[in-house]
């Protein structure tokens, strides 16, 4: 497994995608962070945190649509296909390397925190939860995007499907409250991303939320080995 | 080393493997021959775990190859008709990659590639970015990635396709020279390129297995036997009652040549009886002189398509 993600993570910075990502995150979050928190005198990082989201929906399937669906193209899927390593060993690889990516630029937010510190106080729990929460709600992204880009080949489309999964999963919360009325508007509400990752910008590591994430990524995990299991027999 | 029991692909109705059944033993050199569209690949893709069979299995060293994929892949180095290499990467950095996922020793990856780039020579191109080579330098990238971690058993599907002649000869000269080490499964639609290396034959036509011998059993299954090819400078009707004569003769046929003023015959002789030198004196005291006799031997282009046609 080390192999693929090794590969992988070299990849991600051989072919500028790795660099791109990291500069327009870092460029729209020290934007939103300057105008938001030190321009406006706001010393919440929670609301720098609620903007961030809306960017990475966008970013990550950028990052996850390459991850088999330009393998399936250039035809090496084969060639992971016919050595000694397991499916769920390439498919653990990958996600692993392009969480890393991310966890690089978040890693550099980190900044942002130590600076409001630096003017006012901060709640330690709080940046705990809300990175926490943050490096959650991506690791599922990813592992929804990585699904959705073992089953086509064509890494645009690939993209496209990974942010309208993405942004429904975040408006089933909006869906659940103003849409769909009664106990079925609560079970949408649960399935929501939004609705489990509020609790962690507080601060509150609720056992539930930590479950829900994790449970959801080693699901979209699952089904990206079974896509694999599915290709090969294609 | 291997072996394939009833080895199926199904696609709805269409089957493009049907009931494989073949042994592959230690030191061969085996040729998988049909046309395109035969099953040639998909056979290969099955035999090395790429694809799962609709049914039947493929076991390598005993081993399952879908039961226990890792433990079997790891006696196999497979070269598919399209190699596949990342374009991204330098040639030591994909060598690199494939010693990595072959669990190669760390401390002798380094001269792992350098045997495997001598071998394949690619010496020079090796801090070159694939995306600049050729095809014919891609298909040795390939195969070299194929043979990292010295794996016992090589499968190469249509390795020298695409290639120029001279690429071609060099593929074959380095087969010649692997199959010292290796037990090697080779595919391709080129009969000359299989009859130069290959020490037994697999023929697939419409996915199914028509032919499993040697070149030369297949030659005498399908050769007619005992056969000779004459070309006497006579006429019909001089030469037949001439050869009829002679002792030993079990058939005749004789028919006008397209050379001027001779008769083509072929003679097929009895069990183990030569009539090379009966022929050539009984001619000569005829005054119908021999200008050409050879063995009447199908050559294996005749058997392929009989057997495909």
């Known amino acids: 497994m080390s192999a693929i993600y090794l590969k992988e993570l070299r990849s991600y910075f051989t072919s500028m995608i790795g660099y791109i990502y990291l500069s327009v995150f870092l ?43 330009e393998e399936r193209k250039m035809r090496t899927l084969q060639l992971l296909f016919t050595m000694p390593v397991s499916l769920g060993e390439i498919v653990f690889g990958k996600f692993l390397a392009t969480l890393t990516v991310l966890g690089m630029g978040l890693a550099v937010t980190l900044l942002y925190p130590l600076i409001l510190a630096f003017f006012g106080s901060v709640e330690a729990m709080v940046v705990v939860g809300n990175y926490l929460g943050m490096s959650l709600l991506v690791s599922t992204c990813i592992a929804i995007g990585m699904f959705i880009s073992a089953l086509t080949e064509n890494q645009i489309i690939a993209a496209v499907v990974t942010y309208s999964v993405l942004l429904g999963l975040w408006l089933l919360d909006t869906a659940g409250q103003n849409l769909i009325k009664g106990s079925l508007g609560e079970v949408v509400r649960y399935l929501s991303l939004t609705t489990h990752y509020s609790e962690f910008t507080y601060g509150i590591l609720n056992p539930a939320d930590l479950v829900y994430y994790l449970t959801l990524t080693a699901l979209f995990l699952f089904f990206s080995v079974l896509a694999l299991e599915g290709r090969k027999s294609a | 080393m291997l072996t394939a029991t009833n080895l199926t692909k199904q696609y709805g109705s269409l089957v493009s493997a049907d009931s494989l059944n073949f042994t592959i033993e230690k030191g061969e050199v085996v040729g998988l021959l049909g046309a395109n569209g035969a099953g040639k690949s998909t056979t290969m893709n099955m035999i090395t775990g790429c694809m799962p069979p609709s049914s039947g299995t493929v076991t390598v060293f005993g081993q399952d190859i879908h039961e226990e994929p890792i433990s079997a892949k790891r006696h196999i180095g497979y070269l598919p008709e399209i190699p596949p290499v990342y374009t991204d990467m330098t040639v030591t950095e994909q060598l690199m990659f494939a010693c990595a996922l072959r669990a190669v020793e760390k401390s002798v990856r380094k001269s792992e590639i350098d045997r495997v780039c001598e071998l394949v020579n690619i010496g020079d191109m090796r801090r070159r970015m694939i995306k600049q080579l050729s095809k014919g330098y891609r298909q040795r990238v390939g195969m070299a990635q194929a043979l990292v971690g010295s794996p016992e058993l090589l499968i190469l599907d249509e390795p020298t396709a695409g290639l120029d002649p001279k690429q071609i000869i060099d593929i074959r000269q380095l087969i ?134």
Do not use: Y
């Open chain 2, 176 to 309: 010649l020279k692997l199959k010292e080490r290796h037990t090697i499964i080779l595919s391709s639609h080129i009969l000359a390129e299989i009859t130069s290396v290959c020490t037994r034959l697999l023929i697939m036509k419409g996915g199914k297995l028509v032919a499993d011998s040697t070149p030369e059993q297949l030659g005498n299954a399908h050769g007619g036997g005992n056969q000779l090819e004459l070309r006497v400078r006579g006429s019909a009707e001089a030469v037949r009652p001439v050869i009829a004569a002679i002792p030993g003769i079990a058939e005749l046929q004789v028919e006008e040549s397209p050379e001027p003023g001779c008769v083509d015959v072929l003679v097929t002789a009895g069990e183990g009886i030569d009539l090379r030198e009966a022929l050539f004196f009984a001619l000569a005291a005829a005054s119908c002189p021999a200008v050409m006799m050879k063995p009447a031997k199908p050559t294996l282009e005749e058997i392929f398509i009989k057997l495909t046609a």
């Open chain 1, 27 to 69: 460029l729209i979050g020290g934007f939103i962070f300057t105008t938001g928190n030190l321009l406006s005198q706001n010393g919440d990082i929670k609301s720098w945190f609620a903007s961030i989201f809306s960017v990475l929906i966008f970013l990550v399937p950028i990052l996850t649509m390459r991850l088999f669906s």
